[in-house]
């Protein structure tokens, strides 16, 4: 190594050893801009604290923390740098909201569709995420969700009119959740069928 490349490094470690001491002293001029870090400090302390509770599509963070009058472009920082490590990514957060709200609360395709859309998702990765649920999957949780609603049916109802109002609320249970109506009519008089054989 020459005395030329010699002091050349010398100078770049000396250079360097300065930056790290202005910066731990607060004087840095501009290699390192201690308002900014400290700005993003906070958005990242409220983002975490958000993720925390739960997983977030970006746009729902975005939005919680723009609501929280922090400034838009360092709230896209601290999301690119939280991208950019795996703790926020649209695509795991659909995936995981479809499997959870459709197994847990037997929620239809459809309804979960228009959950993502309004948390910012992207139509392909909505439909990618809504691909874990097949017509076999949907109709199985319909039937589940009509069976528990139909199991608080305590006697054999009366007359047609009393069927017909336990065969409406069977229906209501499963409407909003988005199933069809012609599906929703159709299992609900199944299970307060059974139910009714049950109670017999």
């Not at 400090?41 to 925390?52: I, T």
């Amino acid at each position: 190594m020459s005395v030329h490349q010699t002091e050349t490094q010398q100078e770049k470690l000396d250079q360097l050893r300065r930056a790290l001491e202005e910066y731990a002293s607060g004087d840095t001029p501009g290699l390192f801009d201690h308002e900014a870090e400290a700005a993003k400090a906070a958005v990242r302390k409220r983002a975490l604290g958000l993720l925390d509770q739960r997983a977030r599509s970006r746009h729902e963070l975005r939005t919680r923390l723009i609501d929280a009058e922090f400034d838009p472009r360092v709230v896209d920082d601290v999301l690119d740098d939280l991208a950019g490590v795996g703790l926020l990514d649209d695509r795991t957060f659909a995936h995981e909201w479809v499997r959870q709200r459709h197994a847990r609360r037997g929620k239809s395709a459809r309804v979960l569709d228009m959950e993502l859309k309004d948390k910012g998702v992207e139509p392909g990765i909505r439909a990618d995420a809504l691909d874990q649920i097949d017509s076999a999957d949907e109709e199985s949780t319909a039937r589940t969700v009509a069976e528990k609603k139909a199991r608080t049916i305590r006697k054999v109802p009366g007359d047609r009119a009393e069927s017909d109002k336990q065969l409406r609320r069977i229906v209501g249970v499963l409407a909003r959740r988005g199933y069809p109506q012609g599906m929703s009519l159709r299992i609900a008089r199944e299970v307060l069928d059974e139910r009714v054989t049950a109670l017999q």
